[in-house]
């Protein structure tokens, strides 16, 4: 039996290497790509997903908008920190000119977060979530359908930031007796 995937993504090169690398899995059935905004704006996600999708002929996958920016705002107000690069480019695939497909299909009718709930309910315990950006999409499943990840069977994360720096959220002091 062929192991079921949601792809949760922002859209960058290394996004697209690692849908690149399932679609050839023979073992895998990708069920659907989510877009959340991250590497690039979420119009520019929706569009490298669908391009993708075309590029492997494999225009049966769903590409579904999802997030198009974090759930907490910087302490600016903005939902951009004032230092955010695009490290992929603005496109999220470097800035190349990318020519146009013919097959190019049309993103999913189903919003990400309504289409995340309703795979893994069909197919509980059965779906594996490979999330490549940030996990406000996941985030905002996981409000909206409480039973959402006890029907997951698996998920794995590819967590980091662009910067490598890691900054402590809360700083605690243990004395010892």
């Known amino acids: 039996m062929k192991k079921l995937v949601i792809i949760d993504n922002d859209g960058g090169v290394d996004d697209a290497w690692a849908i ?5 899995d023979p073992n895998i059935d990708v069920l659907a790509l989510t877009c959340v905004f991250g590497n690039t704006d979420l119009d520019n996600v929706c569009q490298n997903n669908l391009r993708l999708v075309a590029q492997f002929n494999r225009t049966e996958i769903p590409v579904c908008k999802g997030a198009g920016m974090p759930l907490v705002p910087t302490a600016n107000g903005s939902p951009l920190p004032d230092n955010f690069q695009y490290f992929h480019g603005r496109n999220g695939f470097g800035d190349v000119e990318l020519e146009s497909l013919p097959n190019i299909p049309t993103l999913c009718q189903e919003n990400a977060f309504f289409k ?20 406000t999409n996941i985030a905002l499943t996981m409000k909206m359908y409480p039973e959402f990840a006890a029907n997951i069977e698996a998920a794995y994360i590819m967590g980091g930031n662009y910067t490598a720096v890691t900054k402590p959220i809360i700083s605690t002091t243990v004395h010892y007796l």
């Open 20 to 24: 690149f690398t399932i679609l050839q």
């Open 116 to 135: 995340l709930n309703t795979l893994v309910t069909k197919f509980k315990g059965q779906v594996t979530l490979v999330c490549l950006g940030p996990l």
